[in-house]
């Protein structure tokens, strides 16, 4: 069984992009998994709700409604700094979820999977193999 590391902004996609990231994740993933997300990555989604505008406040609030309808698994972890903390603890066996562009970068060259949003419609996983 794979586990897939979910970046807090991807978790904000099905309300900023109206992409059902579940179904899709099933759609390109013809494996078991399980979903993760950190400790860390809820604390930034409380954060945005606190102090962003009403657009991301709305899309944090489902992000955080999704993580408890759909069980994602919470892992805690001592560091602040949640891109730091997916860098430690992806490996080749893991993929990360997330559209931020350097950790994408970050993770194919150490040789992680990583799945990202494509044309705002689709996601697409994009396999360590290809990038060694």
Do not use: W
């Not at 993760?36 to 709305?58: A, C, N, P, T």
């Not at 700094?81 to 893991?94: P, R």
């Amino acid at each position: 069984m794979r586990k897939i590391i979910i970046d807090t902004n991807f978790l904000m996609i099905p309300s900023q992009f109206r992409v059902d990231i579940f179904s899709e994740i099933d759609r390109i993933c013809s494996f078991n998994y399980n979903l993760l997300v950190f400790e860390q990555s809820i604390h930034e989604l409380r954060d945005i709700i606190k102090k962003q505008g009403q657009k991301h406040r709305k899309a944090a609030q489902l992000a955080l409604k999704l993580i408890s309808l759909k069980n994602i698994e919470i892992i805690k972890a001592d560091r602040n700094d949640t891109d730091s903390l997916i860098l430690e603890h992806a490996d080749k066996d893991m993929i990360v979820a997330t559209q931020d562009i350097n950790l994408k970068k970050r993770l194919l060259e150490k040789g992680v999977s990583v799945i990202i949003l494509r044309q705002k419609k689709y996601l697409k996983l994009l396999e360590r193999k290809l990038y060694k």
